[in-house]
């Protein structure tokens, strides 16, 4: 947390505020003078004297960087999906991390998801980031119903660590990609799970990060696909790549229920994803510690119907 806070005089305002901290400050023949919170044992002086040091941000020898957090509130009242961000300023600024939260809940002791934005790009004199998608996993939108299949339906080795679920009947026009990933409902269950790499149950719940989410079940390369001669892996069932404990595990669930199991596909959230959405936005943005100008800063959105503003 910051804690110490710089005064403008001259403009009678707080201006900044700063990583480091302070104990004491003094004023000698117009030099300023001020000592560290804690005195440490590296510190060949207690006392230091500011604007002395050229290097910027620079403070008690401790190198630390520029930062700046806005807000994005324009028409409160509308929900909107955020999709660019943009800067307006130096060209040393383009190669800045940030990040963006969203007002998507306004609920107390939630925190708003919070994700990095691409590191900024120039195009036309502007310095765009893309917004990433939600990277959550969500229902409908990058978790879709591939099928389902049964006890009696015949499984097989492919080799490779690659299987083959036959007689499955459902969106046979599902399109895989090689960053799929499978999760499975056993029998008369409605929650979801993942099978881990190591044959392990992970339930899928709401707020689930498809990045973080290791599964033993995902779609094989085309290249794979290829050698096997299989072009349309749904349309002849379902070919996945495994491991062997994550297909043990699947069979031993499988004969444990009612013989029925259906299958989802989840998409990575940059393909199939949903965009970041909220009535507001924040946004924080690292400006390092050379000297820079920053003149504006935008963010592209879309109204949505669902609102209070009409």
């Not at 900044?16 to 901290?21: H, L, R, V």
């Not at 993942?194 to 190591?198: E, L």
């Not at 062997?244 to 009612?258: E, I, K, M, V, W």
């Given at each position: 947390m910051k804690k110490t806070i710089g005064f403008n005089d001259k403009k009678n305002i707080w201006?900044?505020?700063?990583?480091?901290?302070?104990?004491?400050?003094?004023?000698?023949d117009k030099q300023?003078?001020?000592?560290?919170?804690?005195?440490?044992?590296?510190?060949?002086?207690?006392?230091?004297?500011?604007?002395?040091?050229?290097?910027?941000?620079?403070?008690?020898?401790?190198?630390y960087s520029s930062a700046i957090a806005v807000s994005f509130n324009d028409n409160p009242s509308q929900n909107k999906l955020y999709k660019t961000f943009s800067v307006e300023g130096s060209e040393n600024l383009k190669g800045s991390l940030h990040t963006f939260a969203t007002s998507e809940t306004l609920q107390p002791g939630q925190t708003p998801l919070t994700v990095n934005v691409d590191t900024l790009k120039n195009k036309g004199g502007i310095l765009y980031g893309n917004i990433p998608k939600d990277p959550r996993i969500k229902a409908n939108v990058n978790m879709k119903f591939v099928g389902s299949t049964s006890r009696e339906t015949t499984t097989q080795s492919?080799?490779?660590?690659?299987?083959?679920?036959n007689g499955v009947v459902g969106n046979t026009a599902f399109t895989l990609d090689q960053s799929t990933k499978f999760a499975f409902v056993f029998g008369n269950s409605t929650n979801p799970v993942?099978?881990?790499?190591?044959g392990t149950f992970v339930s899928i719940q709401e707020n689930t990060d498809f990045y973080s989410l290791n599964s033993g079940f995902v779609s094989?390369?085309?290249?794979?696909?290829?050698?096997?001669?299989?072009?349309?892996?749904?349309?002849?069932?379902?070919?996945?790549?495994?491991?062997?404990?994550?297909?043990?595990?699947?069979?031993?669930?499988?004969?444990?229920?009612?013989?029925?199991?259906s299958i989802f596909a989840i998409t990575d959230p940059e393909i199939n994803g949903d965009f970041l959405r909220g009535q507001y936005a924040e946004a924080y943005i690292r400006l390092g510690s050379d000297n820079f100008e920053l003149y504006s800063m935008n963010v592209n959105y879309e109204p949505t119907d669902l609102d209070h503003s009409k």
């Open positions: 201006t900044s505020k700063y990583d480091y901290e302070s104990s004491n400050y003094a004023s000698l300023f003078f001020s000592c560290r919170k804690t005195v440490e044992a590296s510190d060949d002086v207690v006392c230091w004297e500011h604007h002395k040091n050229s290097a910027n941000n620079n403070f008690y020898g401790d190198q492919l080799g490779q660590d690659l299987y083959r679920f993942v099978i881990t790499p190591s094989p390369s085309a290249n794979q696909l290829g050698a096997l001669d299989i072009d349309d892996p749904l349309g002849k069932g379902i070919v996945v790549k495994s491991t062997f404990q994550a297909y043990q595990s699947f069979l031993l669930s499988l004969n444990g229920t009612d013989g029925i199991v």
